[in-house]
């Protein structure tokens, strides 16, 4: 029996689930990080954001792909976040299975890998989160869960975010999984042919005998992805032989074992996991592996600046896509390392692939602690920023690594600080937050820079700023007196600004 029941969401957890998971690929933001004492408000407004004409403020920003070009990610203000969590949790358990889930990135490849099929068949769809239509989602989600009252909230909600009754919110677990629920359709169209599928995200693989058949599976996917307003990428669309897919493999493990192995034999005994499309983590170290794992990820990162130098690299094997793929590996092993990695690998980096710059500003942050280099950090940080190339997503990791430092004594310090100044005036309002707390840190946030501020501030920013303004404390009265009092979120945001 249909349901239409609204009184179970449990958004207390929803706003905890918010303040303490960052959105993906962005640091713990000082839009969230400003309410650690609002609990109680928050759940009130995320109450308030379920009635359909409660308007939705959100923030469209662009984040680097992979490969060439930007993505636009659609962000909404913490309050209707938290509310989206909980209405998607209260029916998590009706959905699909999350595709992302631990171990999902590595059955997918051995999906191919292990195929007694002669061809592969890879698809994806293009901006896939953009397109996914709210009416077929609803209709999706009333079958699923026969809860009226659910699927019209999320399709209520979804709507007041977009611009034109399509598309998820980016960066988070709810989108993830209502995802996974629309991409189930096309998923089940292609099972209905008979023929072996595997989907990660909105990665198709699908096995098949023939050339004949590979192409025919691609026609059929195109069809039934254009009945879900959705298109494949024509840039990600492969067949290849299973057999190239076991080359790639082993090539891979080669590489990975020269290296090892050239530093101790026992490097067996190191565990890595691939989690995400071309990133490969170290998940078990045993302490007597720790320093040859160390010298192995130098010899990677010696190799990678001699490739940008124009020089051959060490390894017979080297390939230099494999090479790279590694790098972000030998950055998160080495950020404990004596020896700091110079700065012109990750300048390097960052300028052929901008989406490293997280796994760099991670880095800086994962060192502080330990070693005294601040001035090299801030150096750095300028380098990063003179290099161009620099998003506003870029931006926002980069403000918040600067407001994780301490004050240097360098032109370069000077120069960063300056910079972040200058983004207090960005066009997006979650960098122009990020600066306001980088300039109130260091005592630089002033009166004008505040009146600009809070003129273009919304729901996504504004108690933000207020956060900047108790930090600050020397602004004018008047100025101070009008976030106190335009409400809760404001004040209680202004007060945990005063006390960090």
Known sequence: MATNNLQDLNIPKAVRTVLTKPLDRLPALITDRSLANSHRTLTGLAEIALTPTTGISVETITMPKKTFGHRPIVIPDVASRCLYVALVDSIDKQLEPDSRSEGNWSIFEKFAEESRSEYIVDIDIAACYEFIDHEILHRELLMRTMDYGKADAIRSFLKR?????????????????????????????????????????????????????????????????????????????????????????????????????????????????????????????????????????????????????????????????????????????????????????????????????????????????????????????????????????????????????PRGSSEDCDWVLSWAGEQCGDRHEMVRAEAAWVSSKFGVLTDDMTMELLKESTRISEHAISAAMGRQGDLNASLKKSVINAGPLNREAFDWGAQN
Request: hydrophobic residues 40%; glycine residues 4%.
């Open 161 to 405: 975010c977009s611009f034109n009754g399509r598309g998820l919110p980016q960066l988070s677990t709810p989108s993830d999984r209502l995802a996974d629920l629309y991409l189930s359709v096309l998923e089940r169209q292609l099972l209905r042919h008979k023929l072996p599928v595997f989907r990660y995200a909105d990665d198709f693989r699908i096995r098949v005998e023939n050339w004949e058949t590979a192409n025919e599976v691609i026609e059929y996917a195109a069809e039934y992805a254009r009945g879900l307003g959705l298109i494949l990428s024509s840039d990600k669309i492969a067949i290849k032989r299973a057999e190239a897919h076991r080359a790639r493999a082993k090539n891979r493990d080669i590489l990975q074992k020269k290296y090892f192995d050239s530093a101790k034999s026992q490097l067996t005994l190191i565990q890595l996991v691939q989690r995400d499309y071309d990133d490969v983590e170290v998940i078990e170290i045993p302490p007597d592996d720790e320093k040859a794992l160390k010298e192995s990820m130098r010899r990677i990162v010696a190799d990678w600046k001699a490739s940008i130098a124009g020089r051959k690299p060490d390894m017979e094997t080297y390939k230099a896509r494999e090479l790279r793929r590694m790098l972000p590996l030998a950055i998160t092993a080495l950020q404990k390392d004596d020896a700091r990695i110079e700065s012109d690998v990750f300048t390097s980096l960052i300028f052929r692939e901008p989406v490293r710059l997280e796994r760099v500003c991670k880095y800086i942050l994962n060192r502080m602690d330990s070693f005294t280099e601040t001035e090299e950090n801030w150096s750095l940080l300028r380098k990063i920023i003179e290099a161009g190339r620099i998003g506003p997503s870029s931006r926002i990791w980069l403000l918040h690594v600067a407001g994780r430092l």
